[in-house]
């Protein structure tokens, strides 16, 4: 086969990958900058990876945007990631048309400020009609978290005769956590050298595959993307079986 015909049959992408974008406030830190000039790029390399993600095929792109630890962090800085996703919200409701993405949110959203709300819910409602891809935020965001909301909703389903508590399924818990609908995550990605998973979809990434990369994340290039997919397909994904 010659190298031509070895890239046209090229393995199509993973149709779910999420990401930990991590990396920012080191980034900033080698350049002198604040913490938060390192978010704006990051907010950038999340651009550029999103477009990416929409033209080789990815059909569902998770980020985990901001930790319900992340609170922790200086209210400067917790303002700063805030004010970067309301803008970014801003901009994606304008170019909604063109762009033909879906928005959804991961996550608790009632910590949220009012306004960032109500961006939230705009940005999914107005794009509910899209499926070329699905870009899923987690905001305010913990797996645990999402683990015991979806317990007090079934709980409360059961409260009220809807189910009865000998129903619970895996498959059934599913449909009550904030990614009811959509398919596991074949591929995560964590940049910036750490190896630990901090609490991002521990529910829903049980057979997922890990990739770990020594590259601070505003540095992610589309060409590291390629890397991880590459390495992806390098696996052996056997679930469990021999
Ligand atoms: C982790 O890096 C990053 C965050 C906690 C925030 C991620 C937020 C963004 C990329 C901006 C969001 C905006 C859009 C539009 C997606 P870190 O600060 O923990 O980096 P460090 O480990 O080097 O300190």
Excluded at 71 to 91: D, F, N, P, T
Excluded at 120 to 134: F, I, K, N, T
Excluded at 153 to 162: I, Q
Aim: charged share 30%; proline share 5%; with cysteine.
């Amino acid at each position: 086969m010659s190298f031509l015909d070895r890239k046209e049959t090229k393995p199509a992408p993973p149709q779910h990958i999420a990401i930990i974008m991590d990396g920012n406030g080191r980034w900033a830190k080698k350049r002198g900058l604040p913490r938060t000039a390192g978010h704006s790029a990051g907010a950038e390399s999340f651009r550029r990876i999103a477009n990416y993600c929409r033209k080789i095929g990815v059909k569902y792109l998770t980020v985990y945007a901001f930790s319900t630890e992340n609170w922790k962090r200086s209210a400067e800085e917790v303002s700063g990631i805030m004010k970067l996703l309301g803008a970014y919200l801003k901009e994606a409701l304008r170019d909604m048309e063109k762009n033909h993405v879906r928005f959804c949110f991961f996550g608790d959203l009632s910590r949220l400020s009012p306004e960032l709300q109500k961006l939230c819910l705009d940005a999914q409602s107005r794009s509910s009609e899209y499926h070329e891809v699905q870009v899923n935020f987690c905001l305010n965001y913990g797996g645990r978290d999402e683990i015991v909301r979806g317990i007090r909703r079934f709980a409360a389903d059961v409260a009220v005769g809807k189910r009865q508590p000998e129903e619970i399924t895996e498959a059934l818990f599913d449909t009550y956590l904030d990614s009811a609908g959509v398919p596991d995550p074949e591929l995560v990605i964590r940049p910036s050298g750490e190896m630990r998973t901090s609490n991002f979809l521990p529910w829903q990434t049980v057979y997922s595959e890990f990739v770990y990369m020594n590259v601070l994340w505003p540095d992610f290039s589309s060409k590291d993307l390629d890397a991880a997919i590459e390495e992806y397909h390098r696996r052996n994904r056997r679930f469990g079986g021999a």
